[in-house]
């Protein structure tokens, strides 16, 4: 059974940091690709941060050089360090993974992060 397993989200004040973390069971994570999304209220997810199973990440604009993701293949985990943290970072975060050879697609099932004074 193929899990993912967000943790780490909270109620953070402006400029702020908090780290999320992703852990996977179920999957050879190395052979996945690693995304994590927002979603706020009312809003779409969107992605906003990615990694590759070979190490290449990218960001959205609205989050780069704040943010940054990692993965630790051996413990099947993925991170995301958030900086400088913003209310309009407030959203739900979900990590995504998808399988590098095929159709393959898991999501967990989000942690709430809240950036307010």
């Known amino acids: 059974q193929v899990q993912l397993v967000e943790s780490g989200g909270g109620l953070v004040q402006p400029g702020g940091s908090l780290r999320l973390s992703c852990e996977t069971s179920g999957i050879r994570f190395s052979l996945y690709n690693m995304g994590w999304y927002r979603q706020a209220p009312g809003k779409q997810r969107d992605l906003v941060a990615a990694?590759?199973?070979?190490?290449?990440?990218n960001y959205a604009d609205s989050v780069k050089g704040r943010f940054t993701v990692s993965r630790d293949n051996a413990k099947s985990t993925a991170s995301l360090q958030m900086n400088s943290l913003k209310p309009e970072d407030t959203a739900v975060y979900y990590c995504?993974?998808?399988?590098?050879?095929?159709?393959?697609?898991?999501w967990g099932q989000g942690t709430q992060v809240t950036v307010s004074s």
């Open positions: 995504n993974v998808k399988f590098i050879l095929g159709q393959r697609d898991y």
């Open positions: 990694i590759t199973s070979s190490g290449t990440t």
